[in-house]
């Protein structure tokens, strides 16, 4: 990503500090504190804020002192928050650091966001310096000087007075630096295809792991430590599926290193530290992973993003792949080498390709990794295009152009999104992901038929599945919504496997398959309805909401609907109806099985018989 081409993809302006935002200082022990950012409010639409519960930023300040041999060590703040958080974080370090010092910064992310914080840094402190990976390096000198571009045709304003960017200690292996009252900081290298200037930072005498955006969680709490496992159990797992499963091979090297560490307490960039089951959490995402590892296809996905909102959107279409069981390769073609590129094209089933426009061009490494995809790509395999731009999207239009000349064939047509992508947008881009990797299957379940042809199906033939057909639920649809305003999102899915769960509370548990667009709507906390269909007249509502939606698409568009009174949408001819809230979620292999205690209810037909699907095998729906 060449310097003088970051003039697109939409840069974020520093934020002005929003009500309700805040920083509080958490002591540690002597010398050490945590500075952790509070937002009660979702950030970003990104794709990791989905499940609303505001988010926090950790930061962690070791005082000055002498060290063992008795020279001097400045104070160290190891991963500075973006600058969402600019004003009240530097109100409490400066009540904690004097002006005078040479603060040294433990940079381990890098993004337009994190940039303008240290600018303001910069300016407060001018003896700062700046420690980073070799990748982080190159990043912050890319990034430092990048200013939004004027519109076309527009005067461009006069470039803001920068200061100039500080002296950069280079990490470039795994190294261990004395600080302060006895403390040792190791800092390890961790690059990601998303954050590839990654640097998790272990102290040694605590055992304290600063491990940035690695086990991290999206949840707004100014407990330094969370209270139990179960506590945060599924936000992590959330962040992890956004972020996490489409990069599992890097995960699973990070994960190797950190096995030696004796580490006594993980604290990540967001959420509440870890300490008392850091080790379930290790063996958590090895698990979560194992489905990634195992899998038979794959898609290879090739980005560059300079300012995050192409990455966004790349996060949302794997997360919808990797719900259908298709494993994700991610590749940040700034930082990929060529033979990452080659053996991800040569290897996987399906190409995606997402691209900023920068100065009316494509970055470079895209338009390398482009040609390496028509010189090596196989044309039988779908592609897609995808991208971000601030003013024009001629990438994009070079991306679609060019392999449609190569003779691709296009999965989806090219996601082109201005500036940053809403909810409405990643959700549809989720979609997008699902339906690719539904239609990948679905030609591997041909090409395994053809294979086998004039054989039984296992599914027909076997006494134990036959068997397992013949337990039945009610038909059911069920209906969320959730959000205001540009962040409502809705969805809707027919249901079977619906069963009463208790009395008291009263309470009802659903299957639902991981690859349904709902799916995202039923978390811990979430609101829906369940609508109880009636024998002989289920047909309607079975058509509407069984038909293929394109991604994005309003499930209930031109429907009649009714609401509950906690606003979800009730169906005029349901036999009766439910509404609930979600107090649990169990992993069920291809499936989430929600526990909702019920709320509110009615019955519509007092007369009317429930509709039930009957089985022929336990195998199918």
């Known amino acids: 990503m060449a310097p003088d081409l970051l003039t697109q993809d939409s840069p974020p302006q520093s934020p002005a500090p929003e009500a309700g935002r805040s920083v509080v200082v958490l002591p540690i022990e002597a010398g050490l504190v945590c500075l952790r950012g509070l937002s009660p409010r979702r950030l970003r639409f990104e794709v990791e804020y989905g499940l609303e519960r505001g988010t926090s930023a950790n930061s962690f300040l070791f005082s000055a002192g002498p060290a063992p041999g008795g020279h001097s060590i400045p104070p160290v703040l190891v991963h500075p928050p973006g600058a969402s958080f600019a004003e009240p974080f530097l109100e409490q370090l400066a009540a904690l650091v004097e002006a005078e010092a040479a603060l ?61 960017l500080p002296p950069i200690d280079i990490v470039k292996q795994e190294v261990s630096r004395p600080l302060a009252g006895d403390h040792r900081l190791t800092l390890i290298p961790a690059p990601t295809p998303r954050w590839p200037g990654a640097l998790i930072a272990f102290e040694e005498r605590t055992g304290l792991l600063m491990s940035g955006k690695f086990f991290a969680a999206h949840l707004c709490s100014d407990s330094f430590a969370e209270a139990n496992r179960s506590s945060s159990e599924e936000d992590r797992r959330y962040f992890y599926d956004c972020l996490m499963a489409p990069m599992t091979r890097q995960v699973e090297s990070v994960l190797n290193r950190l096995d030696a560490l004796p580490i006594r307490t993980i604290a990540p960039g967001h959420g509440p530290a870890i300490a008392e089951s850091w080790r379930s959490l290790l063996v958590d995402y090895r698990r979560w992973g194992e489905s990634q590892g195992r899998a038979k296809l794959s898609v290879a996905l090739l980005f560059a993003s300079a300012y995050g909102n192409t990455a966004a959107i790349a996060d949302a279409i794997a997360q919808g792949v990797a719900r259908t069981g298709v494993r994700v390769e991610s590749i940040n073609c700034e930082f990929a080498s060529p033979e990452q590129l080659l053996e991800a094209i040569r290897g996987c089933d399906a190409f995606l390709v997402g691209s900023p426009t920068l100065g009316g061009h494509a970055p470079t490494p895209i338009v390398a990794a482009l040609g390496t995809l028509l010189a090596e790509g196989d044309r039988s395999k779908p592609v897609g ?33 201005k500036f940053s992508p809403d909810a409405a947008t990643l959700k549809a881009c989720e979609e997008t992901g699902t339906a690719l990797g539904r239609r990948l299957q679905t030609e591997q379940r041909k090409a395994q038929r053809r294979s086998a042809a004039g054989g039984l199906s296992d599914s027909r033939s076997n006494p134990a599945l036959q068997a397992l057909g013949r337990v039945v639920g009610p038909l059911s649809v069920v209906t969320a919504v959730k959000g205001e305003g540009p962040a409502r999102l809705s969805g ?20 639902v398959a991981k690859d349904r667009a709902i799916e995202a709507l039923l978390h811990v906390g979430d609101a829906f309805a369940l609508n109880v269909l009636a024998e002989g007249r289920e047909s309607g509502p079975m058509r509407q909401f069984l038909q293929p939606f394109p991604p994005g698409a309003d499930r209930f568009a031109g429907l009649e609907l009714e609401q509950s009174p906690g606003g979800q949408p009730l169906l005029p001819e349901a036999l009766a109806w439910l509404e609930g809230r979600i ?35 336990g195998a199918m729906y």
């Open 104 to 164: 040294k910064v433990v940079v381990g992310h890098v993004n337009p966001n994190r940039v303008a914080l240290l600018r303001q840094l910069a300016e407060r402190w001018p003896a700062l310096m700046l420690v980073a990976s070799n990748a982080g390096a190159r990043l912050l000198e890319e990034l430092w000087s990048q200013q939004r571009p004027a519109a076309p045709g527009a005067e461009a304003s006069a470039p803001a007075d920068l200061p100039p």
């Open 492 to 511: 809707a899915m027919v249901a079977s496997w619906v069963s009463q769960a208790s009395f008291s509370p009263p309470g009802v548990t659903i299957a």
């Open 385 to 417: 295009v995808f991208g971000s731009f601030g003013w024009s999207g001629e990438a994009l239009d070079l991306l679609e152009s060019k392999l449609r000349d190569g003779g691709f064939r296009f999965a989806f047509e090219p996601i082109k999104v």
């Open 583 to 617: 107090t649990q979620r169990m992993e069920c292999g291809d499936h989430w099985l929600v526990l909702a205690e019920v709320t509110q209810g009615g019955l519509l037909d007092g007369e009317g018989a429930t509709a039930v699907h009957q089985r022929r095998s």
